[in-house]
């Protein structure tokens, strides 16, 4: 299986100096091309044995500030985000020939932020997060139902209240890389370091 790539090309003038603006602009051009979940992200982590282990998460908001994603504190990931705040999340945009890899350090967003963005989901999305022990063994799928119907119906007023042990984490951005698939795979690689001043070094590494 072999695809040739090269539909378009990436250069140090061509970028944004600013990668989260750059990410921006491919971001929209991933949504507006019907990527399929454009917001899809593979969240790296390591265990305490020095294992690492990848999942798919969604971006559901992005800044200056970084990168920021929900999920339940007590899950696997999260107790190696607390054991090892950092991370590397890739963006696979395959359709459009590009990838986006973002390394940093991960901080929890505050209860605020966390509980702005949980009021916005769907009630069944709510009720989920009350009912998962994310990564915990479980016995049966119909144990996870009868816990979802016991939450529907404690909750079936409508207002369910922000999990203690849910909540967002920010990905506050080290380096973030631009990939472009090229002909003969010479693909273009654009490579962002943070400075100690905030500023963004631009390089040009080889494919």
């Known amino acids: 299986m072999r695809e040739e790539y090269g539909h378009d090309s990436l250069t140090e003038d061509s ?7 750059q990410f921006r602009i491919w971001f929209k051009q991933a949504m507006d091309q019907n990527v399929t979940e454009p917001n899809a992200m593979s969240l790296a ?3 305490e044995n020095g294992q690492p282990w990848q999942r798919s998460v969604l971006l559901k908001a992005y ?15 999260g107790q190696q985000l ?14 459009l020939e590009r990838q986006v890899i973002v390394t940093g350090s991960v901080e929890r967003v505050s209860t605020a932020e966390s509980l702005k963005y949980f009021a916005s989901r769907p009630f069944g999305s709510r009720l989920g997060a009350w009912v998962s ?3 915990s063994v479980v016995s049966s799928r119909s144990i996870l139902l ?9 909750f079936k007023d409508g207002e369910v209240p922000l999990p203690s042990f849910w909540g967002g984490y920010r990905i506050v951005p080290e380096t973030i890389e631009f990939w472009m698939g090229g002909k003969s795979r010479i ?9 100690d001043d905030g500023s963004w070094k631009i390089e040009r590494l080889s494919p």
């Open 82 to 95: 607390a054991q090892n705040p950092k991370t590397c999340v890739l963006f696979p945009w395959i359709q």
């Open 45 to 47: 982590t390591v265990d």
């Open 187 to 195: 693909h273009d690689r654009i490579f962002y370091t943070k400075q």
């Open 146 to 154: 009868a816990k979802f119907e016991e939450m529907k119906n404690k």
């Open 63 to 77: 800044d200056n500030n970084g990168f920021v994603f929900y999920t339940n504190y007590d899950s696997r990931k």
């Open 15 to 21: 970028v944004d100096p600013n990668p989260i603006e």
């Open 133 to 135: 022990q994310q990564s």
